[in-house]
Structures are given as structure tokens and as C-alpha cells.
């Protein structure tokens, strides 16, 4: 089975590298799933998880915005916020999930609701990652 | 004799304890240089990766129409300055302000005509003495910054040059060539200019479009552009503190030096004084 390398490059550092069979992210167009020897592609990231195929098991990268850059063999993420299921503080994601709702329900001024709004994705991503919903 | 004695000697103490003081912050400075120099390149990764995509979508035709690579007339100014919230770094902090405050005399009349965004407590107090307005700023930065840390003010003078409010923004920040040697310098990061594509220039695909994916990414690619001068800026912080430090152990050491030599003679000159009055007391009884 073929594989192509998953590159989740940050800011601070390298999140993630590994070889995968097959990716799975939520572009700004809708979801994409990406086998080896896709076209080169360029496109912009929402804030969800990405599901890395390896064999018959599935990794999940919490992403918070960014891009994706595929070339042939390579796929490389990169995001100004990325975290491993593994790393992600759950009770925190739930608090901030809450406080996040709690501010929407208030309906304030545009810039905070939107703020809240991204604050809400951010956290249902990360529980998400985390595998709990 | 003997009081002028005691004051050296404390003297000495005094000076003894600002060797240990310096002595320690130039060892701590050097192991934070180590990391922060780390840290400057676990970042290069992704400017690198950034700038290649950004420039090999902006060299294909047809899309380097976009407002932030054009240069327009140039109204105002804005600068984005990186210092550093502590002192005793040598002249790492007034190099760099006292460079970007003769630019802006000299490129303008009236504070109209320029906005300053500044990074770090140094920074803000000196432009707060000389009453010029701050647009932008962020103190109480860690010695291992974040993105996130920095997102905002970067986010904001960004966003400023793409609704018009400036027409240029320049970083001011200390290039880091090596431990001992640091430049201030004053880069332009917009408008970007032409980019130059990579050699190995890939056809992509974009999705949804080329406009909309260099819409998203060409306002990251200016926020990196000021993170990596941040990092940058916070090693040469480092190494100047280093240096300065390493400095004023080393005189410290020298002038303890002098006055062991002086406290030294003057003892011997009681002694022999004293000598010479016992002498002198006994020879006398005779």
C-alpha cells in the first residue's frame, strides 16, 4: 500500500511527520481526502480535525485554521495551532466549550459573537481529536 | 590610616558582590541565547514553507494584482518596533530605538504621517516620554514566545495596511549575526513587493481559487514575517546581555584587582608606621 508523508508544521515547531496512506481534512470548500499522487493542490484550512489513515488505524491532529500544501507524494499542513489527540487538555476543551456557548447565547456585539464562535470550533475540534464528543 | 583602610576594604565587598550578581545573569543569559536560538530555528520551517507557497502562487500569472504585494503612494507610515521589557542588554535597546526615532524625524513632519506599534516595556516607555502616540503594544512577553503572544498586534498592523489606514510598515528589530554582534536594522514587510518563485516551482491546484487562497495567506505570511523578527530579536536580547554582562564581570575583576593592590600598601603603610613609632616611643625612653 502506498503511502505519502503528512508533514503539521507550527510556529513553534514541527507538530507532526509520519507516513500515511491517506489524509483526510475539512478545507475551506468542503472535506477532501487525500490518497498518494494527488495533483498539487493549495487550499485553505477550517478549524476541525484532520484524520490521518495509517493501515487500519486512524490518527486524529486537532488544526486550528491554516493551509495545506499537497505535492505527490507529500502533504504538508501548516497552521499556527495544531495539537496531538494525546496532548489536548479535555476538562479545559469542556470549559471552553461552555464559556463559548454561554457567550453566544448572550448575543453581544459582532466581534465578540465572532470571537466566541471560533473560541466554540476550536474546543468542539479539540474534543473532537481528543475522541470525546 | 585605618579608616581610609575600611573603606576599601568595603569597597571591594561591594564590588565583589556585583561580580557575583553580573557573573550569574551572563550564565543565564547564555543557556536563554541556546534556546532562543533554538526556537528561532524550529520556526524557519514553516516561514520557509510559507514564503515559497506564498511566492510561487504570486509569480503565476494574473494574481499579482493583489493589494498587499503593490506599492501605492505612500501617506503613512506604520512601524512595528521589538524591543525588550528589561535592561542591562548593553545598547541592544537604545540602538534600535534610537534608529527608528532619526527615521522618523527625519521621513516626517507631522504625527499624522506615521503610527508606531511596539513590542516589549523598553520600547513603549521610551516613545511614552517623548509623547509619541502608540497604536499598538504588547509587554510581559516570556524569554520562549508564542505565536498567539504576538498574534494580535502583528494581526493589527496587517490589517491596518490592507484597509489603508498605512501605506508601508517596517520592522525594527536587532538582526542576530552571533552571540557578540547584533545589527538593528529597519526591514519593509509591506507592501511585499515582487516575490521571486522558488526553483522548483510546482503547478498547483487552488481551492476554491488562487485570489482566495493568497487572500488567506499573504496576511499569515506578514504575521510570520514579524514572529520570526521577534524570535530573532529575542536571541539577539540574549546575546547582548551576554556580552554586556561578560563585560562587567570582567571590570568588576579588574577593579577588585586595583583596590586588593591598594588596600594591600596601605596596610603595609600602617604597619610600617607603626613600627616606626614603637621605635621611635622606645628610642626616646633611652
Known sequence: MSTLRLEIVTPERKVYEKDVNMVVVKGVGGELGILPHHIPLVTPLKVAPVKAKIGNSNEFIAVHGGFMEVRKDKVVILAEAAELGEDIDVSRARLAKERAERRLAQKQADISAQRAEMALQRAISRLETAGEK | ?286
Not at chain 2, 78 to 84: G, H, N, R
Not at chain 2, 195 to 203: F, L, R
Not at chain 2, 245 to 268: E, P, S, V
Open chain 2, 1 to 286: 590610616m585605618a579608616k581610609g583602610m575600611r573603606e576599601i576594604k568595603r569597597s571591594i565587598r561591594s564590588k565583589q558582590s556585583t561580580k557575583q550578581i553580573t557573573k550569574a545573569m551572563e550564565m543565564v543569559a547564555a543557556s536563554k541565547l541556546r534556546r532562543a536560538q533554538e526556537a528561532a530555528v524550529a520556526a524557519r520551517p514553516y516561514t520557509d514553507k510559507l514564503k515559497e507557497v506564498v511566492s510561487s502562487i504570486a509569480s503565476s500569472a494574473g494574481s499579482s494584482k493583489h493589494p498587499m504585494l503593490l506599492t501605492r503612494p505612500i501617506k503613512r507610515t506604520a512601524y512595528l518596533v521589538i524591543t525588550s521589557d528589561r535592561g542591562l542588554a548593553g545598547g541592544y535597546n537604545a540602538n534600535i530605538l534610537r534608529k527608528v526615532l532619526l527615521t522618523i524625524k527625519e521621513n516626517h513632519q507631522s504625527p499624522d504621517e506615521y503610527a508606531v506599534f511596539v513590542i516589549g516595556r523598553k520600547g513603549r516607555d521610551f516613545f511614552s516620554r517623548r509623547d509619541i502616540p502608540l497604536a499598538g503594544e504588547v509587554t510581559g512577553l516570556s524569554d520562549s514566545p508564542k505565536f498567539s503572544d504576538i498574534k494580535e498586534i502583528a494581526a493589527q498592523a496587517v490589517q491596518g495596511f490592507e484597509a489603508g489606514k498605512y501605506d508601508e510598515l517596517y520592522l525594527a528589530y536587532n538582526k542576530f549575526h552571533n552571540a557578540i554582534s547584533q545589527e538593528p536594522t529597519l526591514k519593509r514587510i509591506l507592501p511585499l513587493g515582487e516575490m521571486q518563485a522558488g526553483s522548483d516551482k510546482a503547478d498547483y491546484e487552488y481551492e476554491p481559487s488562487a485570489e482566495e487562497v493568497l487572500n488567506v495567506l499573504l496576511p499569515k505570511y506578514a504575521e510570520t514575517l514579524v514572529f520570526s523578527a521577534l524570535l530573532e530579536g529575542k536571541a539577539s536580547e540574549f546575546g547582548a546581555r551576554m556580552t554586556a554582562m561578560g563585560n562587567a564581570t570582567k571590570n568588576a575583576t579588574k577593579m577588585i584587582a586595583d583596590l586588593t593592590l591598594t588596600y594591600n600598601r596601605a596596610r603595609q603603610a600602617a604597619i610600617t608606621q607603626e613600627i616606626a613609632e614603637i621605635v621611635g616611643g622606645a628610642n626616646a625612653q633611652q
